[in-house]
């Protein structure tokens, strides 16, 4: 990974009560591309996103983005400065239509130069409901509406927690392929149970165990290894 990451952590340790969770986790994000987050339920994925975020502070370790020590940074500060983070529950307002829940995600923009238009033009079935109130949505559509939202605010970094869980098969392609067009311009890091696709639209991966980042490298190089399966498997 590049020394001028614009994400870094550093030795994170991250405990629930008095239960850790994270055991020195340490990872880099480039200012483009992807970075996929690979293990089994309850190796820490989502807690480590939680952390990054600022939802869950770190009890040892650190935390930079885009140059400035954030480890104690409050969430809302984080997305102020363009981070951005879709998680695994429920990221829509379903008592609001598409169109307001959109219109939402651009209140956060912090350069005044967010475009429905262009999220329409990413996922155009969203277009075609923008009346429908988000609650009465697919699982994909919401997913994809969930990613406009966090994209209006125009991030640096986004973050996405199983953006593909409970998401028809045809819907999972479409996803996959906004998330490679996506990268072509910005940073992604995707927390994913099909791990093809993660590593698809990836350049870089971290597969965590128990709380612990235990393997990690290229992604075309790590499909290949069995030391990914061993760690993936149930």
């Not at 550093?10 to 994000?29: E, R």
């Not at 930079?64 to 409050?74: A, K, L, N, W």
């Not at 008592?95 to 996922?123: C, H, P, Q, W, Y």
Request: charged share 25%; proline share 5%; with cysteine.
């Amino acid at each position: 990974m590049p020394d001028n990451a614009l994400l870094e952590a550093s030795g994170l340790d991250t405990h629930y009560g008095t239960s850790q969770a994270l055991f020195g986790v340490s990872l880099k994000v480039p200012s483009k591309g992807g970075v996929a987050i690979l293990g089994r339920n309850g190796a820490g994925k989502t807690t480590l996103l939680k952390t990054l975020a600022g939802d869950l502070k770190p009890t040892r370790g650190t935390v930079r983005f885009d140059g400035v020590e954030c480890t104690q940074m409050p969430t809302e500060k984080r997305v102020r400065r363009g981070l951005g983070h879709v998680p695994q529950e429920q990221a829509v307002f379903g008592g609001l239509t598409v169109k307001e829940n959109l219109l939402m995600g651009a209140m956060g923009d912090r350069t005044g130069k967010s475009s429905m238009d262009e999220m329409i033009a990413l996922f155009p079935r969203l277009g075609q409901r923008l009346a429908q109130k988000a609650g009465t949505l697919s699982g994909g559509e919401r997913k994809m509406l969930a990613i406009s939202r966090a994209l209006l605010a125009r991030p640096h970094l986004l973050m996405l927690d199983e953006p593909t869980e409970g998401v028809w098969h045809g819907v999972i392609e479409e996803i996959a392929q906004r998330l490679e067009q996506l990268t072509q311009n910005m940073a992604i890091v995707i927390v994913e149970q099909h791990v093809q696709l993660a590593l698809r639209v990836s350049k870089y991966c971290y597969v965590m165990d128990r709380g612990r980042v235990a393997l990690e490298g290229p992604a075309d190089k790590l499909r290949e290894d069995p030391e990914l399966v061993r760690l993936l498997a149930p």
